[in-house]
């Protein structure tokens, strides 16, 4: 079989869900073949905000320019009614505190389209490329694989996978072909029209995201960017007072709109693109069946409010990749598939009720920027409930409820929360030299043992006792205290580090005389906290087959 034609991932769907699923299996060494229906190229910012959590994903998968590029939230201004004259600025996000287990402590903007740009360009690294104009129309699936059949200017293809994700938006065929439900509720309460355009107005501030509180029926919104061009705007509106459906049909009204909100002098250059929505809320009862997986929109879809959509979808796609290529490399068996669903739905569910509230306060108070909440920086979203995970030192309650969006408390670290980051660690081994990070270690195809320990003699018994663990997928690490001896550091470790300025030890919670081992998976989430290599050795017998 060609494995260009047969690769053993087909991803349904190229926007950022399809292009983090692929871009976390070529990591991981599987090739996939990765197609969309539309033949263009996607146009259009919509929902633009990337939070921390986001953030640190695309550190895990060497994606550094959607922090480069991606422009600070700006403050939203509002004005005087009928003027140009500022009212008070307000911060578009809870303020957060840069500490050194947060390097990604702020949100940042990017629009979807140059998103997409950016994730193309690292899938082409492995010569992938995205097949655009190319639709899923049916598939079959049976135990040792799928047969799907896809179209490409009119002309059927019939293909041989074994995994598909189902990346096909709200509106994809995969999620109803597996007869998934999507319940919930269409709200018609609220319709927004969301436009890119470029103009040019006498005194407009292009560092402030425009509003206009007191005309709260409308809840324009104008938030200056220049990825949409020269004089580039993202506008959005929506109010029960409008005809949306009319307003969009129409540059003219859409202008005309936007001249009767802004009270100053506008040129209109272009309308780039627009579009208008009522918010769906809905999800599916489970986010696979068999071979088949649905991930971001084609799986959860809510109110804009929060802008949770896109990062939930991508931190959807982050979590499923690394079980399929375990799974595919035969290291793992098709069982590690089912906590795809067992991880994500308490959190998609959680974030569902999270954003309708929003949307229903934002409603009755008509302000679009009703109370930010630091839940949406999603640094916080854990796994503690997941069966795979392992603790050694918490004690389990039966019935304990579940707070799959948590909340960032950097006193408290149990086995499912968010890996911390610790800068300043100096690698100490002979022939290592020089600083590095925690969160440069953390990759997605891998998992990181850490052994935090008093001296690197104690960490071997240890690191011995685990040296039957797959090298191509775990890699060891020993975390020395500042106070630790380093002369001659010897020991079996792919990596051996010296916490120099104590904040690895400060974020994991552990005491220098401490032994503690951490094992962090592949999506930067702590698999384990043991005591030594007995519980190490436990969590991976959940994970691999042959432990
Ligand atoms: C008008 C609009 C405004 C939005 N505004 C916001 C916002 O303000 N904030 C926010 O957070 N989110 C917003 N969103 C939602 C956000 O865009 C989505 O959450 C995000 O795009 C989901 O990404 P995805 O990859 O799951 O799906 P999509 O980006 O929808 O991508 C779906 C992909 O599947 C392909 N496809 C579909 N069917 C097939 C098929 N049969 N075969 C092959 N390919 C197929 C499409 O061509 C496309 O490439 C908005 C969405 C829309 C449409
Ligand atoms: C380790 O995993 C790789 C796949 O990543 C596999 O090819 C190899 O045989 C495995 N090694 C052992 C010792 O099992």
Same mark, same amino acid.
């Given at each position: 079989?060609n494995?260009?034609?047969?690769?053993?991932?087909?991803?349904?769907?190229?926007g950022?869900?399809?292009?983090?699923?692929?871009?976390?299996?070529?990591?991981?060494?599987?090739?996939?073949?990765?197609?969309?229906?539309?033949?263009n190229?996607?146009?259009?910012?919509?929902?633009?905000?990337?939070?921390?959590?986001?953030?640190?994903?695309f550190?895990?998968?060497?994606?550094?320019?959607?922090?480069?590029?991606?422009k600070?939230?700006? #403050?939203?201004?509002t004005?005087k @009614?009928g003027?140009?004259?500022?009212?008070?600025?307000?911060?578009m996000?809870?303020?957060?505190?840069?500490?050194?287990?947060?390097?990604?402590?702020?949100?940042?903007?990017?629009?979807? $389209?140059?998103?997409?740009?950016?994730?193309?360009?690292?899938l082409?690294?492995?010569s992938?490329?995205?097949?655009?104009?190319?639709?899923?129309?049916?598939?079959?699936?049976?135990?040792?694989?799928?047969t799907?059949?896809?179209?490409?200017?009119?002309?059927?293809?019939?293909?041989?996978?074994?995994?598909?994700?189902?990346?096909?938006?709200?509106?994809?065929?995969?999620?109803?072909?597996?007869?998934?439900?999507?319940?919930?509720?269409?709200?018609? %309460?609220?319709?927004?029209?969301?436009?890119?355009?470029?103009?040019?107005?006498?005194?407009?501030?292009?560092?402030?995201?425009?509003? %206009?509180?007191?005309?709260?029926?409308?809840?324009?919104?104008?938030r200056?960017?220049?990825?949409?061009?020269?004089?580039?705007?993202q506008?959005?509106? !929506?109010?029960?007072?409008?005809?949306?459906?009319?307003?969009?049909?129409?540059?003219?009204?859409?202008?005309?709109?936007?001249?009767?909100?802004v009270?100053?002098?506008?040129?209109?250059k272009?309308?780039?693109?627009?579009?208008e929505?009522?918010?769906n809320i809905?999800?599916?009862?489970?986010?696979?069946?068999?071979?088949?997986f649905?991930?971001g929109?084609?799986?959860?879809v809510?109110?804009?409010?929060?802008?949770?959509?896109?990062?939930?979808?991508?931190?959807?796609? !982050?979590?499923?990749g690394?079980?399929?290529?375990?799974?595919?490399?035969?290291?793992a068996?098709?069982?590690?598939?089912?906590?795809?669903?067992?991880?994500?739905?308490?959190?998609?569910?959680?974030?569902?009720?999270?954003?309708?509230s929003?949307?229903? $306060?934002?409603?009755?108070?008509?302000?679009?920027?009703?109370r930010?909440?630091?839940?949406?920086?999603m640094?916080?979203?854990?796994?503690?409930?997941s069966?795979?995970?392992l603790?050694?030192?918490?004690?389990?309650?039966?019935?304990?409820?579940?707070?799959?969006y948590?909340?960032?408390?950097e006193?408290?670290?149990?086995?499912?929360?968010?890996?911390?980051?610790?800068?300043?660690?100096?690698?100490?081994?002979?022939?290592?030299?020089?600083?590095?990070?925690?969160?440069?270690?953390?990759?997605?195809?891998?998992?990181?043992?850490?052994?935090?320990?008093?001296?690197?003699?104690?960490?071997? #018994?240890?690191?011995?006792?685990?040296?039957?663990?797959?090298?191509?997928?775990v890699?060891?690490a /020993?975390?020395?205290?500042?106070?630790?001896?380093?002369?001659?550091?010897?020991?079996?470790?792919?990596? /051996?580090?010296?916490? $120099?300025g104590?904040?690895?030890? @400060?974020?994991?919670?552990v005491?220098a005389?401490?032994?503690?081992?951490?094992?962090?998976?592949?999506?930067?989430?702590?698999?384990?906290?043991?005591?030594?290599?007995e519980?190490?050795?436990?969590?991976?017998?959940?994970?691999f087959?042959?432990?």
């Amino acid at each position: 079989m060609n494995s260009y034609t047969h690769p053993p991932v087909l991803v349904v769907g190229a926007g950022p869900v399809g292009l983090v699923a692929a871009l976390t299996l070529l990591q991981n060494g599987i090739p996939v073949r990765i197609i969309k229906k539309d033949p263009n190229p996607r146009t259009g910012q919509r929902g633009s905000g990337i939070w921390p959590r986001s953030l640190e994903l695309f550190n895990f998968l060497n994606v550094p320019d959607v922090n480069d590029l991606g422009k600070p939230a700006l #403050p939203i201004r509002t004005y005087k @009614s009928g003027t140009l004259e500022p009212l008070k600025d307000t911060s578009m996000v809870p303020y957060m505190e840069p500490t050194p287990a947060i390097p990604f402590h702020s949100p940042k903007l990017i629009g979807q $389209q140059l998103l997409d740009v950016v994730l193309r360009r690292h899938l082409e690294k492995f010569s992938c490329f995205v097949e655009a104009g190319t639709e899923l129309r049916s598939f079959e699936q049976s135990d040792e694989g799928i047969t799907a059949v896809l179209a490409k200017n009119e002309i059927l293809e019939t293909v041989h996978t074994k995994w598909m994700i189902g990346a096909d938006g709200a509106k994809g065929i995969v999620r109803k072909q597996l007869g998934l439900t999507f319940l919930g509720e269409t709200r018609d %309460d609220i319709h927004m029209l969301i436009a890119d355009i470029c103009l040019k107005g006498t005194g407009l501030d292009r560092g402030v995201i425009g509003t %206009d509180l007191e005309v709260s029926l409308h809840n324009p919104f104008l938030r200056p960017t220049d990825e949409v061009g020269e004089d580039g705007w993202q506008f959005i509106i !929506f109010g029960h007072k409008l005809d949306i459906s009319k307003i969009a049909q129409s540059e003219e009204l859409i202008f005309e709109s936007i001249a009767s909100i802004v009270p100053t002098e506008i040129t209109f250059k272009k309308l780039v693109w627009v579009s208008e929505f009522r918010p769906n809320i809905r999800m599916v009862n489970k986010f696979s069946d068999g071979r088949v997986f649905v991930a971001g929109d084609a799986a959860h879809v809510h109110s804009p409010t929060g802008g949770q959509g896109l990062n939930s979808g991508i931190q959807d796609a !982050f979590n499923l990749g690394w079980k399929i290529a375990l799974v595919e490399k035969g290291l793992a068996d098709k069982s590690l598939l089912e906590t795809y669903t067992e991880e994500r739905l308490p959190v998609i569910s959680e974030m569902l009720d999270m954003t309708t509230s929003i949307l229903n $306060q934002v409603i009755t108070t008509g302000n679009m920027i009703a109370r930010r909440s630091p839940k949406f920086y999603m640094l916080g979203i854990n796994c503690r409930f997941s069966s795979i995970v392992l603790d050694e030192f918490v004690t389990p309650v039966e019935g304990k409820p579940i707070n799959a969006y948590g909340v960032l408390d950097e006193g408290h670290l149990e086995a499912g929360d968010r890996a911390p980051d610790a800068p300043r660690l100096l690698h100490v081994r002979p022939g290592d030299s020089g600083e590095t990070t925690l969160f440069s270690h953390y990759r997605p195809w891998y998992h990181t043992i850490f052994v935090f320990t008093p001296s690197a003699a104690d960490a071997t #018994p240890i690191l011995t006792a685990l040296e039957s663990l797959n090298k191509s997928v775990v890699r060891t690490a /020993v975390m020395l205290p500042s106070s630790a001896p380093v002369a001659h550091v010897a020991c079996p470790a792919d990596l /051996v580090l010296l916490d $120099q300025g104590g904040h690895a030890y @400060s974020a994991y919670l552990v005491e220098a005389s401490q032994t503690k081992v951490f094992v962090i998976r592949p999506d930067g989430v702590v698999g384990a906290i043991a005591h030594g290599a007995e519980g190490v050795n436990k969590y991976f017998s959940k994970i691999f087959v042959d432990v």
